[in-house]
């Protein structure tokens, strides 16, 4: 079966519509209608009349998506896409930090479960992550989960008291110092270094640039350097080569299975058959939406 030809058809006959994170295998974000980082994919959702959103990322985007648009069918093409982050956090160990910091506000990345969100008083994105921090009304905060991306932003808002949790990406937390390193001495400082904020400090330390995939395509286009060292996902590789043709990539090969578990034959089934609905109790789905929108709020103050 041609799968893009099928999943064409069947997208001309339904009302909906395919929403891809930049990690996602190259086929899917070549069929899919919008492909963005966290944040704009959160947003994009408000917009779309489509009664159904398939969602090519990870479990939380998808649960996302169902929180800001509760009225409309979102579908996961792979129940086994689940971002291991969200494990590493639970509401109890938020309630924990809550007790001992009764004044603190609860700011929870968007990689966490819906249950956090919904005991959240806001939500951020590695894009937005500083905005809201900076705008919440608040100087002593408890961050969830992400301590690289949490304490990236303590360094950038010291008049803050950020509370920081154990949580972190396994796939960017081991990126290794000693391959960047390697690239600066081989290239002489001729590369321009791009890193996420989840990579750990030293790699953090070593780049010239930190952003979420948005913001990381984005500043290739402003950068002068025709050459690039990128630390994130190799997902992220198939929109700068294709937005960038002129410019040279260098990856090391960092692989998220979580967000390559999608293929396109699970998205046709998707599609046909509109299975792997996310299902949220309503009461939860309330809570986390008000976090949801606190987000949007602050972010764009
Ligand atoms: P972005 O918000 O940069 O798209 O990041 C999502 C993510 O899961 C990074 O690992
Ligand atoms: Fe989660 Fe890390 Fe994968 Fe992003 S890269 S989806 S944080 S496991």
């Known amino acids: 079966m041609n ?23 190259d086929e899917i974000q070549e069929l899919a209608d919008y492909v ?9 959702g408000l917009k779309l009349d489509s009664e159904i959103i398939v969602f090519c990322g990870v479990n939380f985007m998808a649960e996302c998506a169902k929180i800001l648009s509760p009225h409309k069918k979102v579908l996961l093409p792979n129940t086994k896409a689940e971002c291991h982050m969200v494990k590493l956090a639970s509401k109890e160990d938020v309630l924990d930090l809550k007790s001992k910091y009764p004044n603190a506000k609860i700011v929870s990345y968007v990689n966490s479960s819906t249950d956090i969100k919904a005991i959240s008083d806001a939500c951020c994105t590695s894009s937005n992550a500083y905005n809201v921090i900076k705008n919440i009304d608040a100087q002593e905060i408890i961050f969830v989960p992400d301590k690289n991306l949490g304490n990236y932003i303590q360094k950038k808002l010291p008049e803050k008291n950020i509370i920081l949790c154990n949580g972190f990406c396994c796939v960017h937390e081991n990126i290794d110092a000693k391959s960047v390193l390697n690239y600066k001495e081989k290239y002489n400082s001729k590369i321009t270094i791009l890193a996420h904020p989840e990579c750990n400090e030293e790699v953090r330390s070593l780049s010239d640039f930190i952003g979420s995939t948005g913001q990381m395509i984005e500043y290739v286009g402003k950068c002068n350097s025709k050459e690039f060292l990128i630390l994130t996902e190799e997902g992220i590789m198939y ?28 998205l046709y089934n998707s599609l046909l058959y509109e299975k792997n609905e996310i299902i949220l109790e309503e009461s939860l789905i309330k809570k986390a939406n008000n976090a949801l929108i606190n987000m949007l709020e602050l972010a764009s103050k």
């Open 3 to 25: 799968y893009k030809e099928e999943i064409i058809k069947l997208k001309k006959e339904k009302n909906v519509a395919i929403l891809a994170h930049y990690y996602v295998r």
């Open 36 to 44: 963005g980082d966290s944040y704009y994919l959160s947003k994009i």
């Open 239 to 266: 929109e700068l080569k294709n937005r960038y043709p002129d410019k040279i990539f260098h990856s090391l090969n960092i692989i998220c299975e979580p967000m390559k578990c999608t293929t396109i034959e699970d």
